[in-house]
């Protein structure tokens, strides 16, 4: 079957750098996406991987390991404002463009 | 518009009644999803729309749940008989290939 996993929640120290799991068992694979989601609204692109490796995008970093069917997002000096949800999603190969989603993981930051 | 436009933002009615939703995708976004998340739970996929292909409608939950998408741009999801179960955040997202660009949801709350 298709299945993602992540933690259900983390807590993290302002300043920190925490790092967010992901692994996925999928029929295909055609990239693995990042989104944040703050409470009360939709989900925003953070990031997006489809080669091995680690994508660096100013205080976010994504990796990714196809041989693994891993991937994990790294924060780094962790703000007020990065408290959110951090969905994980990976496309199918194909021209199916359905992505199959996490449950996501609660990021908390405290002072 | 710049981003996906869904609306109403808030939608209250009584168990029974029929309820529309609507999306405005992004203009030039050949595909469209809508999705349903519960307070604290991941996304629930419903219905994705891609083009002129037959939509992919394995995620809707039951019949009284129906999507069309007009002129390959606007979409309405309707909710026949509502239950309460029902009750949660509906979201649609657009995209070009990807990533998915979400709108900010509708609230729906059954009585």
């Known amino acids: 079957g298709q299945n993602i996993d992540q933690p259900t929640e983390m807590t993290a120290t302002e300043g920190a750098i925490v790092q967010i799991n992901c692994t996925y068992q999928?029929?295909?694979?055609?990239?693995l996406f990042w989104y944040q989601q703050h409470a009360g609204e939709a989900p925003t692109f953070l990031s997006y991987?489809?080669l091995d490796g680690l994508e660096e995008k100013g205080r976010f970093s994504s990796f990714l390991s196809r041989s693994k069917g891993y991937s994990y997002l790294l924060l780094k000096e962790l703000q007020m404002k990065d408290s959110a949800s951090y969905l994980c999603?990976?496309?199918?190969?194909?021209?199916?463009?359905?992505?199959?989603w996490g449950l996501g993981t609660s990021l908390a930051v405290n002072p | 518009g710049a981003g996906v436009s869904q609306s109403p933002s808030n939608k209250v009615t009584e168990k029974g009644k029929d309820v529309e939703l609507r999306c405005d995708p992004i203009?030039?976004?050949?595909?469209l999803y809508w999705y349903r998340q519960s307070l604290g739970q991941g996304l629930e996929f419903l219905i994705y729309?891609?083009?002129?292909?037959?939509?992919?409608k394995s995620g809707l939950p039951s019949d009284r749940f129906s999507a069309e998408r007009t002129g390959g741009s606007v979409s309405t999801l309707t909710i026949q008989r509502t239950q309460q179960e029902d009750s949660a955040v509906y979201l649609c997202?657009?995209?070009?290939?990807?990533?998915?660009?979400f709108g900010d949801g509708t609230r729906l709350s059954i009585l």
């Open positions: 991987n489809v």
């Open positions: 997202a657009s995209s070009f290939n990807q990533p998915q660009h």
């Open positions: 203009s030039g976004h050949t595909a």
């Open positions: 999603a990976v496309s199918n190969a194909g021209n199916n463009r359905k992505l199959i």
């Open positions: 999928t029929s295909g694979f055609n990239g």
């Open positions: 729309f891609q083009g002129n292909s037959a939509p992919d």
